[in-house]
């Protein structure tokens, strides 16, 4: 199932689930308009039918399947994707980012001193958004699946001038933000999407390419991870680690740490940074494409 927080004629946003292939979208169906027992925030939904499974997530699957017979006119709540406004898929109980992949620390941590300039470095960051559906503490790594809702795309802008300045000291996290952060364009249940192997990755600036490549070869069979070492930190991992020292809870995302690639700073100083205007795309076999746009400084 996908799941997308759609609004039209300027309402509130409300869940829907849509129809067709991950890279063309049919139909968006409004799940609660069908039947009200469904609720129409992504938070609701995902505690109501945490492990996908329940009276709600059966509802779910009954309007979807019903919804594929309809070959006539789209009735009122069906709506073409070109028609609706779509949102964030979700507003996170708490949005957590991890560092999660060896190739892009070794890029961006090979002994060089950040140079510092006046003007901002905003920088794009292409990552794996794992949307947390139970919560709990000190939980195996074997049973990290059933708490694993599903996946969506995220861009954790950064602005690099500013993190290399907070980041000098060494000690404790670095700072976070809440004003540059990017979820969508759909959350893709763990039972539609699978495991993370093979799939395409593309970054697009002003419709031209950054990065494509795919995941084993980005992450697995990457040459700043050396023979011996480990790829990556898997989410099981991030999970029993993290639940041994404080609770997890439902409705949380987590950001994997940027894929190799998926970002200027590995390039050094051949990196070209964000300005006003630029539209930046993430796309990932499987979830879809998230677009953003940079706006003008007010």
């Not at 995902?46 to 594929?68: F, K, M, N, Q, Y």
């Not at 709540?77 to 109980?93: E, Y």
């Not at 763990?190 to 495991?195: I, L, M, N, P, S």
């Not at 050094?268 to 953003?292: S, T």
């Amino acid at each position: 199932m996908r799941l997308v927080r759609f609004s039209t004629a300027g309402g509130p946003p409300r869940l829907g689930a849509v129809l067709g292939r991950w890279d063309h979208w049919e139909k968006i169906v409004d799940l609660a308009a069908v039947d009200s027992a469904i609720p129409a925030d992504t938070l609701a939904f995902i505690d109501a039918c945490p492990e996908l499974t329940g009276d709600v997530w059966d509802r779910a699957l009954r309007v979807l399947s019903e919804a594929e017979k309809i070959e006539s006119d789209a009735p009122l709540w069906a709506f073409r994707p070109g028609d609706v406004r779509i949102h964030s898929p979700i507003a996170p109980r708490l949005l957590r980012d991890f560092l999660a992949f060896r190739a892009h620390v070794a890029r961006t941590r090979d002994g060089r001193t950040p140079r510092l300039v006046p003007s901002a470095k905003m920088d794009y960051e292409a990552e794996i958004g794992f949307v947390l559906g139970e919560g709990g503490r000190d939980i195996d790594a074997a049973k990290a699946n059933a708490h694993l809702f599903g996946v969506t795309i995220f861009n954790d802008f950064s602005a690099r001038d500013l993190q290399a300045t907070a980041s000098r000291t060494g000690m404790g996290p670095a700072p976070g933000k809440d004003w540059a952060n990017a979820l969508g364009p759909c959350i893709v249940t763990r039972d539609e999407f699978g495991e993370l192997r093979d799939q395409a990755i593309v970054v697009r600036v002003n419709n031209e390419e950054r990065l494509r490549d795919r995941y084993r070869t980005l992450v697995h069979e990457n040459p700043w991870v050396r023979e011996g070492q480990r790829a990556l930190w898997s989410f099981p991992e991030m999970l029993e680690f993290l639940s041994r020292f404080q609770p997890i809870h439902a409705g949380e995302v987590w950001g994997s740490g940027t894929i190799p690639g998926g970002c200027e700073l590995e390039r050094g100083d051949r990196a070209r940074y964000l300005k006003p205007g630029d539209r930046i795309e993430i796309e990932i076999e499987g979830i879809g494409v998230l677009e953003n746009s940079i706006a003008a400084s007010a």
